[in-house]
């Protein structure tokens, strides 16, 4: 099936150690997204690539990390920088920016 | 830069009741998303609609780009449809302004 895959659907992390997202797209889209949501929060943009090698700071990248290697492949790494990492992580892609969004099913990251 | 406004921000309604979701943005955009989340997170692609109206099913949606609202349309409401609802415009970076949502809550 063609999509959006993000793995794992929980990750538990002890504070301090980083952990790495995985999103991985078939659509061949250009454009990829990270967001995180809060409880009863709308999204927020932490990072987000147009094409394959380039990337660019969202409006909350402060303690993430990605990279763009491949086309299909757009991992989050959530470093010990990151204040209050626990959220809902959602990766998100389109066939160029400005044209529509499809999203993965998330990954529920909580810090024990 | 552009804000994005949802109402109402709650909606609890019976089963089979219709019900309209508005969307303001105070700025001209050339697209705009609806998507639904549900219970479990997941954000569903609900319309594309940068103006118009299209529909699909039971939901409907319609754009009025020159006075900046579109409309969300449920009709004969189930209790699957339970859940938030965005909408979400680009700003100038291309990069999507997201509403805070309208949660709905529909009762059986």
């Known amino acids: 099936d063609g999509g959006i895959t993000q793995s794992p659907k929980y990750l538990f992390r002890k504070e301090g150690q980083n952990v790495t997202l995985s999103c991985e797209q078939n659509?061949?889209?250009?454009?990829m997204y990270w967001y995180r949501q809060d409880p009863g929060q709308g999204l927020r943009l932490i990072y987000y690539?147009?094409?394959?090698?380039?990337?660019q700071k969202g409006d909350i990248a402060e303690g993430y990390s990605v990279s763009r290697e491949k086309k299909e492949s757009f991992p989050l790494t959530v470093t010990s920088a990151q204040k209050n990492p626990t959220a809902f992580y959602l990766c998100?892609?389109?066939?160029?920016?400005?044209?529509?969004?499809?999203f993965g099913q998330g990954t529920r990251l909580t810090v024990v | 830069g552009i804000q994005v406004e949802q109402s109402p921000p709650d909606l609890i309604l019976q089963e089979g009741a219709n019900s309209t979701l508005r969307c303001n943005f105070s700025?001209?955009?050339?697209?705009l998303q609806w998507f639904h989340q549900n219970p479990w997170g997941q954000l569903i692609n609900l319309f594309y609609?940068?103006?118009?109206?299209k529909q699909n099913g039971r939901l409907s949606a319609t754009t009025v780009a020159t006075e900046r609202y579109s409309l969300l349309y449920i009709s004969s409401s189930q209790t699957t449809d339970s859940g938030v609802y965005f909408c979400?415009?680009?700003?100038?970076?291309?990069?999507?302004?997201w509403g805070a949502g309208t949660k709905l809550i529909i009762k059986p």
């Open positions: 998100a892609s389109s066939p160029q920016v400005n044209t529509e969004a499809f």
């Open positions: 609609i940068p103006s118009g109206t």
């Open positions: 690539s147009q094409i394959v090698n380039d990337f």
């Open positions: 979400a415009v680009p700003d100038s970076n291309y990069q999507l302004i």
């Open positions: 700025d001209s955009v050339n697209n």
């Open positions: 659509l061949n889209h250009d454009a």
